[in-house]
T-cell receptor, first 109, second 113 residues
């Protein structure tokens, strides 16, 4: 099945800083999603982005399908951005989202 | 609010017992997925149903079973519980069984004591 790797595993930022999270996947994808798991455990949809670029406020994501990676940009980080960020993908032959191991982000004052 | 409803939110039970977790998908979604998140295993796919039929199976133990009912809600049954079954169990739903965006419920936190 598809392999999904995320980097970095951990990230500590001061409030106001920018960051880039990376997701590499081993096969072409029909679905690529980014999620934020908040400290209460909820998985919140950020982007559905099998290809191209999308923006939502301070967050944006880019997927380069031909090179098998996706990037999540967080600008002007806030303490509420803390949590774990997951990317997840599946190929056309699979019926499940395969999750990466996540990037744990801590934003400090 | 994702539109996916899971009950209960928290569950504490003893080893050897059986529990049922319930999931109501978003309106219009036909596909339901179950995932387990434990501290050392990340998010692991358990099983998927599409319009009442089992579509895909992951690393689901034989002690666990699931089904999707005609009204499209789903239940995950966990039996002969062990301490290692303590985890956050998520349900997700999507319109179809591939390529469409998946939305997750808030999860059921199961603690086996």
């Amino acid at each position: 099945g598809i392999q999904v790797e995320q980097s970095p595993p951990d990230l500590i930022l001061q409030e106001g800083a920018n960051s880039t999270l990376r997701c590499n996947f081993s096969d072409s994808v029909n679905n690529l999603q980014w999620f934020h798991q908040n400290p209460w455990g909820q998985l919140i949809n950020l982007f559905y982005i099998p290809s191209g670029t999308k923006q939502n406020g301070r967050l944006s994501a880019t997927t380069v399908a031909t090179e098998r990676y996706s990037l999540l940009y967080i600008s002007s980080s806030q303490t509420t951005d803390s949590g774990v960020y997951f990317c997840a993908a599946y190929t056309g032959t699979a019926s499940k989202l395969t999750f990466g191991t996540g990037t744990r982000l801590q934003v400090t004052l | 609010d994702s539109g996916v409803t899971q009950t209960p939110k928290h569950l504490i039970t003893a080893t050897g017992q059986r529990v049922t977790l319930r999931c109501s998908p978003r309106s219009g979604d036909l596909s339901v997925y179950w995932y387990q998140q434990s501290l050392d295993q990340g998010l692991q796919f358990l099983i998927q149903y599409y319009n009442g039929e089992e579509r895909a199976k992951g690393n689901i133990l034989e002690r666990f079973s699931a089904q999707q009912f005609p009204d499209l809600h789903s239940e995950l049954n966990l039996s002969s519980l062990e301490l290692g079954d303590s985890a956050l169990y998520f349900c997700a739903s999507s319109l179809s069984y591939t390529a469409s965006e998946a939305f997750f419920g808030q999860g059921t936190r199961l603690t086996v004591v």
